[in-house]
C-alpha cells in the first residue's frame, strides 16, 4: 500500500483494525492532496489536524483491543450538502458561505461510528445543480485524466478525490445522476441506492423527491462495503424506508447465473451516445452473457420524455427548497430598507447563473395558469416511465446501459448552452424519476484515455442483484 | 380537460421573466432579464412536448415511495440551542432574528 493510487477501502479497515497505523494512512493521503489538489480542486477545504487527530483516536481504540468498525482508519471524503456540526458547507454557494450547521448529517455520523476518518469537503456545483462542478461559486473541479475536461457533476469533487487515490471512499449525492455521471467521467464507482435506502437528514436539499445519497469508491466491493455502513432506516428522515435495504458487501461474488439483463434500447442507442460508449455497453452485456446471464434488449418507452419532465420536476421542486434562503435564518444578507428588496437583493448576490435559471424555470413552470400544463403533466410522464420499468422488470432483472453519453468533455464545452449540459443527464435521470437503485461503474477506456462508464439499473430494493451484476462486469472490463 | 395541444403556452417575454423573479424574490439584471428570456424559451420548447402529450387518464406520481403518513411519538426532545442559531443569523436582538420592515409606515 505504497501507492497512494491504489488505496482500498477494505485492506485499510483490515490493516488497521490489526494494527498498522490509522495515521499512517491519513498522512498518506493528505500528502497526496497537498501534491496535487491546488491543479485538481476536489476540495473546497480540509481538516488535516482533525482528521490526524480522529486517526489517532482510532490507533488507540485499536490499541485498547477495541473494533472501531468497518470502515476503521478509513479516509472518507464528503459532499459539501452535507451537513458536519461546526465545519464549513457550503453547497459550493456564496450564499452559505461561512455558514457552520448547528448539526450533523445522518450519513456523516453513520461513517463515523464505523470508524471512518472524514477528510474534507469536496467540490461540487452550487446546490448540486450540474454535470461538470462548473457551476461552483469556488471554482471548477478538473479531471484527474485530463485536468483540461470537466470531472462530471455534481459530485465532480468526490469523483476526482477518488480518481486522484486522494481518498478511498468519499460520499456524493445524485439528484438526476450526480453520482453516476461524475463517477462515469472520472473512471470510479458511483451508486445511487433505492430513494430512502440512505437518510437525507443533513443533506442540504435540492429537489425532495429525487435526492438520494450513496458512495463513491475505486471499485464495487468498496462502493458496497461504504453502501452497507451508510444504508438502513433513520426516523429524522420520514421518506427513510422502514425496513432499509439488504446488504450488498454479503452477496457481491454470487455472480450472475440465471440473472435476465435487458439493455435499454432507447439509452444505447440514443442521439449523441459516442460509439465508443455504445460499443462498452454491448461488450459489457457479452461479458455478463459469458458469465452465465441470458441477456436481451428491452425497451423504456417513456424515457424519451425522461429529460423534459426531469428539468420540470426538479426546477420546480428546487425553487421551493431555496426559498428559505432569505437573508434572515442563516447565510448571506444584502440589506435594503425593506424586507422583500433585502430578500430579493441577498438572492441574486448570493445565486450562481445556473441556480437562478433552475429557480426562474421551477417558479415559471408552477405558476399560476402552467401548474398542470408542466408540473401536473411531468409527474404523469413519471407514471408512465414506472410502468415501462414495470413491465421491462417482468422480464428482466436488471437493465444497462451507458452512464453518460459521452466521456469527459473541456471545461466550457457546454457552458452557454444549458440544454446541451443538461443532455449529460440523459442516461441516468430515469433511476431518479422512478425512485429505482441505479450505478456506474468504469468498462474501458475511449478516445485519449478517458474512461467510459456503463450503468446498471435494478428494482427498487434490489440492490444485491445489481452490485452481483456490477461486480462481474468489473471483473471482465477491459 | 383540454385536447392536447391547445395547453401550449403563449411565447415567453421580457415582462414574463420580470413577474416571475418578482414571484422568486430574484433582483435581476436587465442582461440577466435578457438572456432568461432566451433561455426560459429554449428550455420551455423542449418541455411542450412533455405539455402536449394526451396524459388525461395517467395519474400524477408526487413521489416514488408508497409511504405514506409517517408518524412517531409525540414526546419532547430537544432542539437545537437558540443561541447557537441565532449566532449564524445575519442579524439577532434579544433571541429574536431581525430583519428589516416589513409593513410600510401607517
Redesign the interface.
Known amino acids: 500500500m505504497t501507492d497512494p493510487g491504489s488505496i482500498n477501502a477494505s485492506e485499510i479497515a483490515t490493516a488497521v483494525r490489526n494494527g498498522h497505523s490509522a495515521v499512517e494512512t491519513v498522512d498518506r493521503c493528505l500528502d497526496a492532496i497537498a501534491a496535487r489538489d491546488d491543479e485538481l480542486h476536489a476540495f473546497l477545504h480540509v481538516d488535516a489536524d482533525a482528521a490526524r487527530a480522529a486517526a489517532a483516536a482510532i490507533d488507540e481504540r485499536v490499541a485498547a483491543g477495541d473494533d472501531p468498525g468497518a470502515l476503521a482508519g478509513v479516509p472518507v471524503a464528503l459532499k459539501d450538502n452535507l451537513c458536519v456540526r461546526g465545519a464549513p458547507t457550503t453547497c459550493g454557494s456564496r450564499i452559505l458561505e461561512g455558514w457552520r450547521p448547528p448539526y450533523t448529517a445522518t450519513v456523516v455520523d453513520r461513517v463515523l461510528a464505523a470508524g471512518a476518518v472524514p477528510i474534507g469537503k469536496t467540490n461540487l456545483d452550487e446546490f448540486a445543480m450540474g454535470s461538470s462542478t462548473e457551476n461552483s461559486a469556488f471554482g471548477p473541479t478538473r479531471n484527474p485524466h485530463d485536468p483540461a475536461r470537466v470531472p462530471g457533476g455534481s459530485s465532480g469533487g468526490s469523483a476526482a478525490a477518488i480518481a486522484a487515490g486522494f481518498v478511498p471512499l468519499a460520499l456524493g449525492s445524485d439528484t438526476g445522476g450526480s453520482i453516476r455521471q461524475p463517477a462515469s467521467l472520472c473512471g470510479v464507482v458511483g451508486a445511487k441506492p433505492t430513494y430512502g435506502a440512505v437518510s437525507r437528514h443533513g443533506l442540504i436539499a435540492f429537489a425532495s423527491s429525487l435526492d438520494q445519497i450513496g458512495p463513491l469508491a475505486g471499485d464495487v466491493g468498496d462502493a458496497a462495503l461504504l453502501l452497507d455502513v451508510i444504508s438502513g432506516h433513520d426516523p429524522l428522515d420520514s421518506t427513510s424506508i422502514p425496513d432499509g435495504i439488504p446488504s450488498v458487501s454479503a452477496v457481491l461474488d454470487e455472480g450472475v447465473e440465471g440473472i435476465r439483463v435487458g439493455v435499454v434500447s432507447e439509452l444505447t442507442d440514443a442521439e449523441g451516445v459516442q460509439a465508443e460508449v455504445g460499443e462498452a455497453v454491448e461488450s459489457a452485456a457479452i461479458a455478463l452473457q459469458k458469465a452465465g446471464a441470458t441477456v436481451g434488449p428491452v425497451s423504456i418507452p417513456a424515457a424519451v420524455h425522461g429529460l423534459a419532465a426531469y428539468y420540470l420536476i426538479a426546477p420546480a421542486e428546487a425553487s421551493s427548497n431555496l426559498a428559505r434562503y432569505d437573508g434572515v435564518r442563516y447565510g448571506l444578507r444584502v440589506d435594503a430598507d425593506d424586507v422583500a428588496t433585502m430578500n430579493a437583493r441577498t438572492r441574486a448576490s448570493g445565486f450562481g447563473a445556473e441556480v437562478k435559471r433552475r429557480i426562474m424555470l421551477g417558479t415559471y413552470a408552477l405558476s399560476a395558469g402552467y401548474y398542470d400544463a408542466y408540473y401536473g403533466q411531468a409527474q404523469r410522464v413519471r407514471t408512465l416511465l414506472i410502468r415501462d420499468f414495470e413491465s421491462a422488470y417482468e422480464s428482466f432483472d436488471v437493465l444497462l446501459a451507458p452512464t453518460s453519453p459521452t466521456t469527459a468533455f473541456e471545461l466550457g464545452a457546454k457552458t452557454a448552452d444549458p440544454l446541451a449540459m443538461y443532455l449529460s443527464d440523459v442516461c441516468t435521470i430515469l433511476a431518479n424519476l422512478a425512485g429505482h437503485p441505479a450505478m456506474s461503474l468504469p468498462f474501458g477506456t475511449g478516445e485519449g484515455g478517458l474512461p467510459i462508464g456503463v450503468q446498471v439499473f435494478a428494482q427498487p430494493l434490489r440492490e444485491p442483484e445489481m452490485f452481483r451484476t456490477a461486480r462481474v462486469i468489473e471483473e471482465s472490463a477491459p | 380537460m383540454s385536447a392536447p395541444g391547445s395547453?401550449r403556452?403563449a411565447e415567453?417575454t421580457a415582462g414574463?421573466?420580470e413577474?416571475?423573479?418578482?414571484?422568486?424574490?430574484?433582483?435581476?439584471?436587465p442582461d440577466?432579464v435578457d438572456r432568461?428570456t432566451a433561455?426560459?424559451a429554449?428550455?420551455?420548447e423542449?418541455?411542450d412536448?412533455?405539455?402536449a402529450?394526451d396524459?388525461d387518464d395517467?395519474?400524477?406520481?408526487?413521489?416514488?415511495?408508497s409511504?405514506s403518513n409517517?408518524f412517531?411519538a409525540d414526546e419532547p426532545r430537544p432542539g437545537?440551542?437558540r443561541d447557537?442559531?441565532l449566532a449564524?443569523?445575519?442579524?439577532a436582538e434579544e433571541g429574536w432574528?431581525r430583519?428589516?420592515?416589513?409593513l410600510e409606515e401607517p
Not at chain 2, 413577474?19 to 439584471?29: F, G
Open positions: 395547453k403556452r415567453i414574463d421573466v413577474h416571475v423573479a418578482r414571484l422568486a424574490r430574484l433582483a435581476l439584471t440577466e432568461f433561455q426560459l429554449s428550455i420551455f423542449n418541455a412536448a412533455v405539455a402529450l396524459l395517467v395519474p400524477p406520481t408526487a413521489h416514488p415511495l409511504l409517517v412517531r437545537l440551542s447557537e442559531v449564524a443569523a445575519p442579524a432574528f430583519v428589516p420592515r416589513i
